[in-house]
Structures are given as C-alpha cells and as structure tokens.
C-alpha cells in the first residue's frame, strides 16, 4: 500500500444513471492509461431507475422487462437487480487496488467499513450478514454493494438509502434476498437528508482507504 495517495471527490448530484455509468468508464479507462493517476470517489442521486448486474436473474424482477415504468439498464457488476432513486446517495470509488490490496473480498469488506463508520456518526448501529454484502440497521439493509474490477480498477459501488422513497424496491426482490426488508436512514434519525452526510461519508472513506490526504473537488 502507497501512504498518501489523494482522494478527488466528485460530486454530480442528481444526474441520469446512463451519465455516470458513462463517466465511471472514462475514469476507469483513464487510470488504465495512467495508473498513477489519483483515486476518485463519485458521488450521485439518480432519477427512478433499476440496475441489473451482468449474471442477474429476471425471476426477481417482477415487472415486465420490455415495457418497464422506469428505465432499465444490465451493467457490468456483479449482485442482482437493485433500484436507485433519489433520496439514496451512490458512491462510485474509481480505485487502483495496486495501491491498496488486490483482493476483492478485502474490498468489499472495506466498502462495508466505510458505510459503518457513516452510520456511527448519526449513532446509528450498522452490521453486516454472514453470507452477504451490504450493510443492514436492525435488521433493514440499507446499503448495498455491487462493484466491477477491471486490471485493479475499481468501478461501481455502493448505494446507501438515506431518505428515499422505498416504494419501487417493491417491484423487485433486492439483490435477490426475498426474506430481508429494506430500510433506510431516515427511519432512525428523522429528517435526515443526502447533502448533510456526504462530507461525513467523505471522510469515512479517505479514513478507511487510509487517503488520509483527501482533496475534495465538488463537480467535475
């Protein structure tokens, strides 16, 4: 692991879930180039949409797939089909794990660690489920995890519901776990809202990637 490696954070608000997943490629394509090129973190809210990851089964989507209510896309992370709308904020690390640790199950763990490490500052008791990937509170999930590595470049991510509304988790068995409810922040700490935890998430994650450098860089 290489001390000091900065942090640029992106963040692109609210913005079409084809946009980022477009500009994800353009980082990620980037570093491929350059390895030396700084870690960055991409921060989003996307309009209603479903994501289904590349060996996703359609048992657990439960609408019709050729003429859907929200848009559609199968990307190239693994997990099943999840939903992203806005009140949920999507972390995107762009990371080359040569820097870190090539290993994909420490990885994730690490996501894992970053989200609970959020979670504490609101004294908010976030678990993990031997077995799973993702972060749960009382037994709702409410973050999950879903990634691609390419050459040890990290792409895809996390989505951590703060205050969505949860409705179109409805039309789909999320991450293809039939017998866990989601949930979100805003269950535990009313009021809460996606700007004022982006700074604490922020931090969580340049402590626990140990970029304890971090330049914080809003848009891009």
Known sequence: MIKDRKLIVQDLGLMAYELVWQHQKK????????????????????????????GSQTQFVHFDLADPSYEVHRV????????HCPGQLVG??????????QDLHWYLRQLEEVLIHCLAHYGL??????????VWIDGYKVAAIGIKVSRWIT???????VCPDLAGFKLIT?????NRPIGSMEQFVP?????????????????VFNLSNAVVGFGY
């Open 27 to 54: 980082e990620v394509s980037a570093r491929k180039q350059e390895p030396m090129l700084d870690d960055v973190l991409i921060l989003a809210e996307h309009a209603p949409v479903y994501t289904l990851g590349t």
């Open 76 to 83: 190239e992370r693994g997990g099943e089909v999840t939903y």
């Open 92 to 101: 995107y690390p762009i990371l080359n794990l040569r820097y870190h640790r």
């Open 125 to 134: 008791l976030g678990e993990r489920v031997k077995g799973l990937t993702g």
């Open 155 to 161: 792409m895809h991510g996390f989505a951590l519901n």
């Open 174 to 178: 999320p991450c293809g776990i039939a």
């Open 191 to 207: 009021g809460i809202a996606v700007d004022e935890i982006k700074a604490v998430l922020v931090a969580s994650f340049a402590e």
